[in-house]
Nanobody, 123 residues
Framework: QVQLVESGGGLVQAGDSLRLSCLAS????????MGWFRQPPGKARQFVAA????????TYADSVKGRFTISRDNARNTVFLRMNNLKPEDTAVYHC????????????????WGQGTQVTVSS
């Protein structure tokens, strides 16, 4: 069993940066791929980024490539999402998820899901 708790969201202006954190509890964190998804208001859930269990591979949605960076610290059971040059279209609830592979997460396949943290970017 893995429980996920996100933090770090907030209200920022376009061009600002934020770092989201996702703290995992449970013994399986270091064996799992981790990812971030987001759900903009009134829209479907979107894949954002994923990282392999050991941090050696990552994948990103085209819309965030070059601006967002996913990383993890297995010693602290935490995965991060550094978001630079934020845009109003990045406004969403950001959720952390755990899965079996980064390819699976990219397809929307996950085993565990966090409650989310709100990110609002004003223009």
């Amino acid at each position: 069993q893995v429980q996920l708790v996100e933090s770090g969201g907030g209200l920022v202006q376009a061009g600002d940066s934020l770092r989201l954190s996702c703290l995992a509890s449970g013994r399986s964190f270091s064996n799992r791929a981790m990812g971030w998804f987001r759900q903009p208001p009134g829209k479907a859930r979107q894949f954002v980024a994923a990282i392999m269990y050991d941090g050696t591979a990552t994948t990103y949605a085209d819309s965030v490539k070059g601006r967002f960076t996913i990383s993890r610290d297995n010693a602290r059971n935490t995965v991060f999402l550094r978001m630079n040059n934020l845009k109003p279209e990045d406004t969403a609830v950001y959720h952390c998820a755990a899965g079996l592979s980064i390819a699976g997460l990219d397809r929307g396949e996950y085993d565990y899901w966090g409650q989310g943290t709100q990110v609002t970017v004003s223009s």
